[in-house]
C-alpha cells in the first residue's frame, strides 16, 4: 500500500472511484447525449490494459469502491475480463455498475460470475412509447426482460435510477416505486444536471425537485429514514413493509458536497474532478508518455486532488454550465 493518500483541499478522503469504460451506448437518452452524437476515435479511449492501471492506482492510494460506467459499459468488448481482474482484488468492497440494462439479458449471469456486486439500471418510464421518446429507442422490453435476468443470475441488490423530468415523466414516480416494491427492487430518482447543451427540453421547465417527488410517494406510501448507503450521493429512505430503499440524488435542492467522496474518470482517460467543472487531468497522455510508471500516475493523482473544487454551482435555467454531456463524462 502507497503511504501516499487520496485527500482534497478540504480533508475529504476519495475512496470512491467511477471508471468510464466508453462513451458509447445503444440509447440516446435525451437528458444524456444527442440523436446525432459524435463519439470519440477508438484510438482515444483507454484500452483495457490502462483501464485496469488508473484502477490499481486509485485501489494502491486508498479506493474501496469502484463503478463501472459509460456510455453504454456493456457494449466495451471485453469488459467481462477486466471486470474480473477488478473483482479478484481484495482490497475493493464494491465493484458496480450503471447500465441502461439493454444488455443484461445475455450478459448479468457473466458479470455476476465476475464478481460485481451490485447493479443500477437506468429507467425513467414504464410506458413503453414514452421509453421510446425519451430513449430514442423502443427497447423498454429488453430492459425488463434484463432487469428479471440479472435477479435470476443472483444479484440481491439491484437499483434503478430514475432522472425526473416534470411534464415528461413525473406522473409515472408512484408506478416506478410500485414496480420497485413489487421485485424487491431499490429505486433513486434524479434531478436532472445541466450537463451539455440540449433540445428536446427546456431544463427550467422540466425541473422537478426531489422534495416534490417525495411528496408523491408518501401520499401512498410510508417512508421510514435509513442509514443504507452505496457510498454514493443518494440519501435513502425506505418504504415500511417492504425491503425497497428509495433514494434522492439532489444536486440543486439539496447540495452534497460537503461529504463527496469521489472522482471520474472518463472513457479518454480524462480526471474528473468535479461533476459541474470541466476541469480534467489528461491521464492517458501521462500514462501513454510513461508507460508502466505506476508511481508517477499515483503521483499524479494525488498532486490533482489539490485542485479539487469545494462544491459544484449548478443552477435550473437554461444555460449551459458544462459542455461535455453525461455520456462523456461518465455516470
Not at 429507442?137 to 439491484?158: C, E, S, T
Not at 447540495?255 to 474528473?272: I, Q
Not at 510508471?293 to 458544462?322: C, G, I, M, Y
Request: net charge neutral; aromatic share 6%.
Amino acid at each position: 500500500m502507497s503511504d501516499l493518500q487520496l485527500v482534497d483541499p478540504f480533508g475529504r478522503r476519495i475512496t470512491y472511484l467511477r471508471l468510464s469504460v466508453t462513451d458509447r451506448c445503444d440509447f440516446r437518452c435525451t437528458y444524456c447525449m444527442s440523436e446525432d452524437m459524435v463519439f470519440a476515435p477508438r484510438a482515444q479511449i483507454l484500452t483495457l490494459e490502462e483501464l485496469y492501471a488508473v484502477a490499481d492506482a486509485f485501489i494502491g492510494l486508498g479506493v474501496k469502491r469502484i463503478r463501472v460506467t459509460g456510455g453504454e459499459p456493456l457494449v466495451r468488448k471485453g469488459l467481462t475480463g477486466l471486470l474480473a481482474r477488478l473483482g479478484a482484488r481484495p482490497e475493493l468492497e464494491d465493484l458496480a455498475i450503471t447500465t441502461n440494462g439493454s444488455q443484461l439479458g445475455v450478459l448479468a449471469p457473466q458479470l455476476r460470475q465476475a464478481g460485481v456486486t451490485r447493479l443500477n439500471v437506468s429507467l425513467d418510464s414504464l410506458k413503453r412509447e414514452r421509453f421510446a421518446e425519451l430513449t430514442r429507442r423502443d427497447k423498454l422490453d429488453q430492459v425488463l426482460a434484463g432487469i428479471a435476468a440479472a435477479q435470476a443470475a443472483g444479484f440481491d441488490r439491484i437499483k434503478l435510477n430514475s432522472v425526473v423530468q416534470k411534464g415528461r415523466n413525473d406522473d409515472e414516480v408512484l408506478d416506478l416505486v410500485d414496480f420497485a416494491v413489487d421485485r424487491g427492487l431499490d429505486i433513486s430518482f434524479i434531478e436532472e444536471m445541466p450537463l451539455g447543451a440540449v433540445s428536446s427540453h427546456q431544463r427550467e421547465v422540466t425541473f422537478c425537485s426531489s422534495d416534490e417527488v417525495r411528496e408523491r410517494i408518501e401520499a401512498r406510501h410510508t417512508l421510514v429514514r435509513s442509514s443504507h448507503a452505496t457510498g454514493g450521493p443518494s440519501r435513502y429512505w425506505q418504504v415500511a413493509g417492504s425491503t425497497t430503499h428509495v433514494g434522492f440524488i439532489s444536486p440543486h435542492s439539496n447540495n452534497f458536497c460537503g461529504s463527496c467522496n469521489r472522482v471520474r474518470v472518463t472513457a479518454e482517460g480524462k480526471l474528473v474532478l468535479c461533476l459541474g467543472d470541466e476541469g480534467a487531468l489528461d491521464l492517458k497522455g501521462l500514462m501513454r508518455r510513461y508507460p508502466g510508471d505506476a508511481d508517477r500516475l499515483r503521483e499524479a493523482l494525488v498532486s490533482a486532488l489539490q485542485l479539487k473544487p469545494e462544491r459544484h454551482h449548478f443552477r435550473t435555467d437554461e444555460q449551459v454550465q458544462v459542455i461535455r454531456f453525461m455520456s462523456m463524462t461518465g455516470g
